[in-house]
């Protein structure tokens, strides 16, 4: 069994980029969709779909690529881990990578990306970040 389901599925949505597969397999979990929705939102990722096989639920996400066939997600970390949480303020989560990437952030208000979470100002644990 998976301790941390999301480093789970941030690895491997790394490696399926670095390997340029068309889509990948996660595990199925409520914060794992909440993070997809953000990637999606921001472009990272395609599309996913969450599947019900023999009573296990499991996503299946397209990763998105450019017009070169090169991978859009250029480096993708978990921030926040069981044993260290991080926590960032409103003013923390400004910006990141000058606005190329972004922070996954679970506020009182839902798991909603920095900027988002800057313009409705709050603050909240830090997921992950990509760019």
Known sequence: MVNDIIADSLTRLRNASMRRLEVTTLYYAKIVVSVLDVFKAKGFVKDY????????????VQLAYD???????NEIKRISKPGRRVY???NELKKFKNGYGTIVVSTSKGVIANEEAYMQNVGGEALCSIW
């Open 88 to 90: 960032k303020g409103r």
């Open 67 to 73: 017009e070169r066939g090169l991978p859009l997600i």
């Open 49 to 60: 779909n969450v599947n019900d096989k023999d009573g296990k639920q499991s996503i299946s």
